[in-house]
């Protein structure tokens, strides 16, 4: 049982287009959140995280919003690029263990 | 800095067969940990260490086991392999267990088990 849905599975999106990934989870004891970009044949790298005291980070094209009451957050990649290509992993930090439970993961395509 | 590195890339076992997936690191990071990932199921920490001589179980340890005897080093045995072992294999490490220090992940193990 996964304790963070990640949605949708896949997309494609025109090169400048906006890359939308949404991700829930039920524990509010979560309490780090962070974003990991997979490119092919490669390991997960840490892109973007936010705390839930914050309802929003942006770093260049990438931003991060959090809604706390509906438990969500989501990834918003702006000006999607054909080098964004690449599966994103959202996921959360279990409060007291650390330990990160992952999303099933998004894989973006970008067209040029 | 090499980083992480993983060796083998890729590996075909038979069911029963054993063997040892190695992981290395030269940044000095006292955390280290396995997760394997699998289609439609993100990644699933395995086992992992906050130093050496000290390991713990994560989510899914059954049929393997790890030892940590160097800082450098997090060595990952499949003791007798099963088909549902086949997935890739992802070592990671960090200054700290805390996720908010950054987990830096090798390139992986493609694993097929038949």
């Known amino acids: 049982q996964q304790q963070v849905k990640q949605s949708p599975q896949s997309l494609i999106v025109q090169k400048g287009g906006i890359s939308i990934i949404n991700c829930a989870y039920e524990n509010t004891a979560f309490d780090y959140f962070p974003w990991y970009q997979q490119f092919p044949g490669k390991g997960p790298a840490l892109l973007i995280a936010?705390?839930?005291?914050?309802s929003e980070k942006k770093e260049g094209r990438f931003t991060i919003s959090f809604n706390k009451s509906a438990k969500q957050f989501s990834l918003h990649i702006m000006d999607s690029q054909p080098g964004d290509s690449a599966t994103y992993f959202c996921a959360a930090e279990h409060p007291n263990d650390y330990k990160l439970s992952f999303g099933a993961g998004t894989t973006v395509t970008v067209r040029a | 800095n090499a980083g992480v590195t993983q060796t083998p890339k890729f590996q075909v076992l038979k069911t029963g067969q054993s063997m040892t997936l190695q992981c290395a690191q030269d940044m000095n990071h006292e955390y280290m940990s396995w997760y394997r990932q699998d289609p439609g199921m993100g990644l699933r920490l395995i086992h992992y260490?906050?130093?050496?001589?000290?390991?713990d179980q994560g989510e899914v340890p059954n049929g393997y086991n790890v030892s940590r005897s160097t800082t450098e080093d997090f060595p990952l045995r499949l003791l007798s392999a099963a088909p549902s072992q086949t997935s890739v294999y992802f070592c990671?490490?960090?200054?700290?267990?805390?996720?908010?220090?950054?987990?830096?992940f090798g390139p992986g193990t493609r694993l097929t088990v038949t």
């Open positions: 936010i705390r839930p005291d914050v």
């Open positions: 990671a490490s960090s200054y700290s267990i805390r996720p908010t220090y950054e987990q830096y």
């Open positions: 260490s906050v130093g050496a001589g000290i390991t």
